[in-house]
């Protein structure tokens, strides 16, 4: 079925690259957020998509929100890509697709790749934006743009 926007974040707990539980809901409250589904690290453009929200992560942290990247592989994949890319921002394994299954997120090109989907909810956890686009390139920007839409806004 899939998020609508004034939804609230899915209350789910799956592993960081650590391998500690990480609750989606923890910046309930505190800071907006960023969470972007990919398909898997160290493609072409899952690397494009991580590493212009690296690039732009001190402008969403000066909007006070935080940014989180989701995909099917495992912790020790999360470790590595952060590592090799900089990437400074959280990465969670999805391996039994329960945050795309609570977040709607689908299957793209006729099943064959999982989605690219970008969520950015507001400091009380509520959806205000929502895009879903294979052109990894414009995830970043058009978060960015809700974000800072928001901030000017209140």
């Known amino acids: 079925m899939g998020l609508k926007i004034g939804d609230i974040i899915p209350d ?3 592993p960081d690259e650590t391998g500690e539980l990480f609750e989606l809901n923890k910046f309930t409250g505190k800071q ?21 929200f690296r690039d732009k992560y001190e402008d ?10 989701i995909s099917s592989d495992s912790e020790s994949s999360h470790r590595r890509f952060k590592s090799k890319y900089q990437l400074p921002f959280i990465f969670l394994s999805d391996i039994d ?8 997120v689908r299957p793209a090109l006729m099943g064959l790749l ?12 509520k959806l205000i934006m929502q895009y879903n686009n294979l052109n990894a390139a414009s995830h970043t920007k058009k978060a960015l743009e809700k974000l800072k839409t928001l ?4």
């Open 60 to 69: 969403f942290k000066a909007l006070n929100a935080e940014v989180i990247g």
């Open 151 to 154: 901030y000017n806004g209140e």
């Open 32 to 52: 907006a957020l960023i969470v972007y589904f990919y398909p898997k690290n160290f493609t072409p453009g899952c690397v494009k998509e991580a590493c212009d």
């Open 12 to 14: 789910i707990s799956i």
């Open 97 to 104: 697709k329960k945050a795309r299954t609570a977040f709607g």
């Open 114 to 125: 999982p989605g690219r989907e970008t969520f950015v909810f507001d400091k009380d956890a």
